[in-house]
């Protein structure tokens, strides 16, 4: 193990116990995206401590990507301690299950005959120090590499209902939206999720066969939240749900 290899598997570590304890780590200085993506494929695998790969999400901001275990992907409603996270972030998309081998290139058209889509939320979380998205005047952004080396922020993903044929979905003409406790938080058009969630999934496939891993039947992948406004979760928890109008929704509660 080079020098490189090691740090990067360092830092992993320290992340990966930041998760179980509770206890956030510094930044580190000079982190480019080059160790950054090192660190990252570090920290999934060793996320099997959690369970298999299970699901990939997509991160717009940064055009990066990251990985979940079976023990952080939920199907049905949710119940979250809100304790056991730094400063959840909240995000509406829609998740695609990859129901039939869809090849190492597919094109969209492969993409939406095998696949199923159900409404999402991601809970994204991170581990380093200064992460308060609730508290603007603390908050510290995280750059790319900073995102890239935590796993793409990944925290939790829940994924509701009904599960439909992703070919029968007009994602151009759909809004999704977060809402907290029956009000609405924040929404946007679908359309905002690179021209089309199928364009995601796609980017996706082919980013993490760039990596050396891949997407197969059985995956789920989280598509990316086009809603602008940033919804947090407070210390004294409550209900999101993520509503597709006249398709379905997700919901987490946290207590």
Not at 21 to 38: E, K, N, T, W
Not at 151 to 173: E, I, K
Request: hydrophobic share 45%; aromatic share 6%; charged share 25%.
């Amino acid at each position: 193990m080079t020098d490189i290899e090691k740090h990067a598997a360092e830092l992993a570590r320290r992340l990966t116990e930041a998760r179980a304890s509770g206890v956030a780590i510094p930044r580190p200085p000079g982190l480019d995206l080059a160790m950054a993506r090192q660190v990252r494929h570090a920290c999934i695998d060793m996320l099997d401590r959690e369970g298999p790969v299970a699901a990939y999400k997509v991160s717009l901001s940064t055009s990066t990507w990251g990985a979940l275990p079976a023990g952080r992907v939920v199907e049905g409603d949710a119940r979250i301690a809100r304790e056991t996270l730094f400063d959840p972030l909240l995000e509406a998309e829609v998740a695609f299950r990859i129901d039939r081998p869809i090849g190492a290139d597919p094109d969209a058209a492969a993409i939406l005959d095998a696949c199923s889509v159900a409404p999402a939320i991601e809970v994204a979380d991170s581990r380093w120090a200064g992460w308060r998205p609730s508290e603007a005047e603390r908050f510290v952004i995280p750059d790319a590499a900073q995102i890239e080396a935590d796993n793409a922020m990944s925290g939790w993903l829940v994924v509701g209902g009904p599960w439909r044929p992703a070919r029968d979905m007009p994602f151009d003409r759909l809004d999704i939206a977060i809402e907290q406790d029956g009000e609405r938080r924040s929404w946007g058009p679908l359309r905002e999720v690179m021209g089309s969630p199928v364009a995601a999934v796609r980017w996706l496939v082919a980013e993490v066969r760039k990596a050396g891993r891949l997407v197969e039947p059985g995956h789920i992948i989280s598509s990316g939240c086009p809603c602008p406004q940033m919804v947090t979760v407070p210390a004294t928890g409550g209900c999101w749900e993520s509503v597709v109008d006249g398709f379905g929704r997700a919901r987490v509660i946290f207590f």
